[in-house]
């Protein structure tokens, strides 16, 4: 069963030819595989490191892959092994059963990972395990055939896929060790001082076993278990290597008696059993309790300078980690294997596909400026990962991290400015709601809940308030640099213009909306100042200029009046289907598509790709380029079968097709496809792997799905063609200049007044507040 498990992954993971390379036979790359001429040299295979022999550092797989399957499952260990470079090291840890042998699983108890308590509500103990008294289910009250027989694995991680529960067995050290003709195995022994304690023996069933398995590596938090091996005369120290693992700094070593921050000091003694040392990743870099991380410790020198080797332990792209990364997991990596003062010489992780693809393809490459794959990175609202969305440090880092374009949604103040703003309402992007939430109102024709627009607001007043930080995954927890969520100023279209003209090999995206309801109803004419802005700015003739609406009366004005400009029609909801007469009515108009990820991969009820539509085919047919817009790092951005690692998303939609990403992020993006990895022609031994949609889907049991989702209809001509744009309403124009409340000369009576009564009103409340909790 687990060789047919691997063989599954290996199928999964094997798409590169079918997503990727060129077809036989057609000597010009399809436009599907977006190759340039070249053909990279792929990773490096002669780097050099830091580490303290010189070599690669190791990926080994905690559990397997359990960020989605079940910690110590077949299925995970499989999904490592097809993801994970050449050498990556299967985790067990080991917990004995009843009759002295071994089981693979994250926790001394069962119940926290599999289905033991429901299948023998009896069986529940309480056991003192090192001076701790806990209650549940143990292995060591079951015989490994009642375990295999009855026992199926769960998510131990409750915030993570339950989709694969109860579908796995327990397995056996050597079961994982045999998954690979040469079998690669790390034995971590948590508990001996607690299974001796019950006439269990770990270097008896060590020994016992050497005839099915021999592993690499042994680790232990128990010095006096770690010398018992040593001391062992069947123990070969040239196969296996024994490591010291350290818990937190105030927990006590069970032989010595002392904590393990008093060990950090004892290293020359800690080399006398021991080859390398097992820490948290705090011991290494730690983090403040901003969030932010602080300068690095000299463990890992202290440590190298002893012979010791250092393996880092707490990886999992789906938890927060530090700000500093942006959410970006091969960062993560990067910081402790690719850093100018050392390497340490391996990573435990629970995602071994993201530390792969960090230590094969991301580390120590030098700095290329072609990209391998011909797709365009689009920021969105710049680099609003780390700063506040279309501001000027949000667009001068989305620039540095390597844009090829810009972006800028064009909104209108009340008295005329054009400045760059995600849309018209201001609440959420700035600190607008205490400043004018006096202006808050509806207008159904911008969106459904009320707001602060910038038409109902001057230039003046929009510069008092302060941008603020999107974080769009707030309610998941994630939050996007707090020391910097109120830096920078928002620009006007001019100024954005400038700063694009300043980097001549960075183009520009304009987007446009809800022409209509301002030329009709504010008398503002959105189209002119975006032309005379263009006009003045007079950019690099170089320069890409992308127009994008979701209105095709405004594309088609650029289509008369600038024929030169790429126009990109925006579909802000997921579309399924584009029938030929709907394509050939969008070129028409435009000669791209801005759609969001949903569009070329449907997701599932249970955040689980459900195959690939053929937007991408439709729209190339017709000649139309596709950008696709909703890429992040942050975990909550991806469906679950991506393995919370933007990476692996990338190169999943890039094998469909398409023809551009717009990103939060484009550092993420800018590495992504400068890496010779993304090359498919690589005669490399690892490269970046797409997954196939919806194959992770076709796994789970169909008992455990939820109802499917209605499908979303075809587009139809009328979805996509809009009537022509009205006339600027000169009175609405005129009444707007009229109006005393604006202008750069400071608030009218009118506005001032009711923001005044506003201001009153909640001051005395306040003081109310004050003097209720001073009474009490």
Not at 59 to 85: E, K, N, R
Request: net charge neutral; glycine share 6%.
């Amino acid at each position: 069963m687990i060789r047919e498990l691997l063989f599954g992954f290996l199928l999964i993971h094997s798409s590169l030819a079918k997503h990727l390379h060129v077809h036989p036979g057609n000597s010009k790359p399809t436009r599907r595989t977006r190759l340039q001429a070249i053909t990279g040299p792929g990773p490096d295979p002669g780097k050099k490191w830091l580490t303290l022999h010189g070599r690669e550092p190791l990926v080994i797989a905690q559990g397997g892959f359990p960020g989605l399957f079940p910690d110590s499952s077949g299925a995970g260990y499989a999904a490592a092994i097809a993801m994970g470079v050449i050498g990556t090291l299967k985790y067990c840890n080991l917990q004995l059963t009843k009759d002295n042998l071994g089981v693979c699983l994250p926790n001394v108890k069962l119940d926290n990972c599999t289905n033991a308590a429901t299948r023998f509500p009896k069986h529940q103990r309480r056991y003192s395990v090192n001076g701790r008294d806990i209650d549940g289910w143990f292995p060591l009250d079951f015989t490994i055939d009642e375990i295999m027989k009855e026992i199926r694995l769960i998510q131990n991680i409750y915030s993570r896929a339950s989709v694969f529960d109860f579908v796995y067995p327990l397995l056996q050290p050597d079961s994982v060790f045999g998954m690979e003709p040469k079998g690669h195995l790390w034995l971590n022994v948590q508990n001996d001082a607690f299974w001796s304690s019950h006439q269990l023996n770990v270097i008896r069933y060590i020994d016992e076993s050497k005839q099915y398995f021999v592993a690499d590596y042994i680790s232990s938090p128990e010095i006096g278990f770690l010398k018992a091996v040593a001391a062992s005369k069947t123990f070969d120290r040239i196969k296996t290597k024994l490591v010291f693992r350290f818990l937190t700094l105030a927990e006590v070593e069970p032989t010595y008696k002392e904590t393990y921050g008093a060990l950090l000091k004892k290293l020359a003694m800690i080399k006398t059993f021991a080859s390398g040392i097992f820490v948290p990743k705090n011991y290494v870099w730690p983090v403040g309790k901003d969030g932010y991380l602080q300068p690095t410790t000299t463990l890992v020198a202290d440590a190298h300078r002893e012979g010791l080797e250092v393996y880092v332990a707490g990886f999992a792209s789906d938890t927060f980690s530090s700000y500093n990364y942006s959410y970006d997991p091969e960062a993560e990596y990067l910081q402790f294997v690719d850093n100018s003062q050392f390497s340490v010489d391996g990573v435990v992780t629970e995602f071994p596909g993201s530390a792969s693809n960090a230590i094969a393809c991301l580390a120590q490459s030098p700095k290329p400026t072609k990209k391998v794959v011909d797709a365009l990175i689009i920021s969105h609202n710049g680099a609003s990962i780390d700063y506040a969305g279309c501001t000027d440090l949000a667009y001068k880092k989305a620039i540095d991290d390597g844009a090829d374009i810009i972006d800028c949604n064009v909104q209108m103040t009340k008295d005329g400015v054009a400045f760059c703003l995600d849309s018209a309402d201001l609440l959420g992007k700035t600190n607008a709601a205490m400043a004018f939430m006096d202006r808050s109102t509806s207008v159904p024709e911008i969106q459904p809940k009320n707001g602060v627009f910038t038409f109902d607001v001057t230039w003046t007043e929009i510069k008092s308030v302060k941008p603020l930080i999107q974080n769009p995954f707030q309610s998941g927890g994630l939050l996007r640099n707090p020391k910097s969520k109120n830096a920078g100023t928002f620009l006007k279209v001019p100024e954005f213009l400038e700063l694009a003209k300043k980097n001549a090999s960075t183009g520009i995206l304009i987007g446009i909306q809800n022409a209509a309801y301002l030329a009709s109803k504010k008398g503002l004419d959105i189209l002119q100042s975006v032309n005379d802005a263009l006009k003045n700015a007079k950019l690099n003739p170089k320069q890409q200029i992308l127009i994008q609406s979701d209105d095709t009366s405004i594309l088609e004005k650029f289509k008369n009046s600038n024929p030169t400009y790429q126009r990109v029609l925006l579909f802000s909801k997921p579309i399924s289907d584009a029938p030929k007469p709907v394509t050939d009515n969008i070129k028409k108009y435009a000669d791209a598509v801005n759609v969001v990820k949903k569009s070329i991969m449907p997701e599932s009820k249970i955040y689980i790709t459900n195959g690939a539509t053929k937007i991408v085919e439709q729209m190339h047919a017709a000649n139309i380029s596709v950008y696709v817009s909703g890429f992040s790092t942050e975990t909550l951005s991806m469906q679950l079968d991506f393995y919370s690692d933007p990476y692996i998303e990338l190169v999943s939609f890039i094998a469909e097709g398409i023809d551009g990403v717009i990103t939060d992020n484009p550092k993420t993006a800018s590495a992504f496809l400068r890496s010779p990895c993304v090359d498919p022609n690589s005669k490399a031994p690892f490269v970046f792997q797409p997954i196939r949609p919806g194959d992770y889907l076709a796994q789970v049991e169909p008992t455990v799905l939820p109802p499917a989702s209605t499908p979303i209809p075809p587009l139809r001509v009328t979805d996509v063609v809009d009537p022509p744009l009205p006339p600027v309403n000169a009175a609405a124009r005129k009444e707007a200049d009229s109006d005393k409340s604006g202008g750069d000369g400071g608030g009218g009576s009118e506005s001032g007044q009711r923001r005044m009564a506003v201001d009153v009103v909640a001051t005395m409340l306040l003081l109310i507040v004050v003097f209720f909790l001073m009474g009490c």
